[in-house]
């Protein structure tokens, strides 16, 4: 089937830079959260990101102003029943997902394509708690959404392959490059990645190098763009915790144990960028590494 509108789930992190790609690849985007305010904050944000697009000659004010135009917001999560695909974004816990396709499911077209952009959770178990599973499909964008290029694509045990199909043709359409991973915990990039972050708050944990040498060690030594610490932080040491205990408890190999130090920031409320503190403290005008 063509996809023509999008229903997105959530106007956080991830739900506004999702709907800010779709509406500029030119779909009609209806997004959907619990608050009026996180609704109002998105639509915000979308449009200072697509202005600092135009400021760097990316796309025309026309293109700005006809993305704006296709992007709608509602308190309702039934409205998005209407969708040709809706895209789940809300927090990372299965039983908050759980509940809203629950909620979703009397109200959708019989041909609606149900995804999640879950970072690390069972697909087929989410898909076997809808009428459709044969119509889920993970569909997992790296953050943010409108600089990263590649988009997960996970089947589930009874996805068919038009829906794989239909949302590789979404995928086309926004100019990004999709990747195809089986439904095993955490996928293909967070599988890799979230490790490597949990080994490097253990190895601050253990007292082998501070906060800022840890950091410059892989930015200069492995020549990554951010450090472990610090991009742990970008993302949310609660999603990365999460994460962590999805790949523990899924695939039971003590590899995977969330480093105690990581529990005890999250225990805390240091959360990263967006409670102002985690690894760093960001509430002065330089980032202060907190051990």
């Not at 915000?44 to 135009?69: C, F, H, P, S, Y």
């Not at 805390?268 to 102002?276: E, F, I, M, Q, V």
Request: hydrophobic share 40%.
């Amino acid at each position: 089937m063509e996809i023509r509108t999008i229903g997105i789930v959530g106007a956080g992190q991830m739900g506004n830079g999702i709907a800010h790609v779709c509406a500029l690849a030119g779909y009609d985007v209806l997004m959907s959260d619990i608050s009026q305010e996180a609704l109002d904050r998105a639509v915000d944000l979308v449009e200072r990101n697509l202005g600092r697009q135009v400021g760097r000659g990316k796309i025309t004010e026309e293109d700005m102003r006809a993305a704006m135009g296709r992007i709608r917001t509602t308190l309702k999560l039934a409205e998005l029943g209407v969708s040709d695909l809706i895209i789940e974004a809300a927090t990372e816990r299965e039983t908050v997902k759980t509940a809203i396709f629950e909620d979703l499911l009397p109200h959708l077209k019989p041909e609606t394509i149900l995804t999640s952009n879950t970072s690390s959770i069972s697909i087929t178990r989410l898909a076997s708690r809808t009428d459709r599973p044969e119509r889920f499909m993970g569909f997992h964008f790296m953050n943010p959404v409108p600089v990263m290029q590649l988009v997960e694509l996970i089947r589930g045990i009874a996805t068919d392959e038009a829906t794989f199909k239909a949302c590789k043709s979404v995928v086309d359409r926004l100019g990004k490059t999709a990747a195809t991973a089986e439904d095993f915990p955490a996928f293909i990039v967070n599988r890799i990645l979230m490790p490597m972050i949990n080994e490097a708050v253990y190895t601050l944990y253990e007292g082998v190098g501070s906060v800022e040498s840890i950091d410059q060690s892989m930015k200069l030594g492995a020549n990554h763009p951010m450090g472990p610490l610090e991009l742990a932080d970008f993302i949310g040491l609660d999603t990365c915790l999460a994460i962590m205990n999805v790949l523990h408890d899924g695939l039971a190999d003590t590899k995977y144990r969330p480093c105690p130090l990581l529990t005890k920031y999250v225990e805390a409320g240091w959360l990263g960028r967006k409670t102002d503190r985690g690894f760093y403290d960001y509430r002065g005008e330089v980032p202060v590494p907190t051990r």
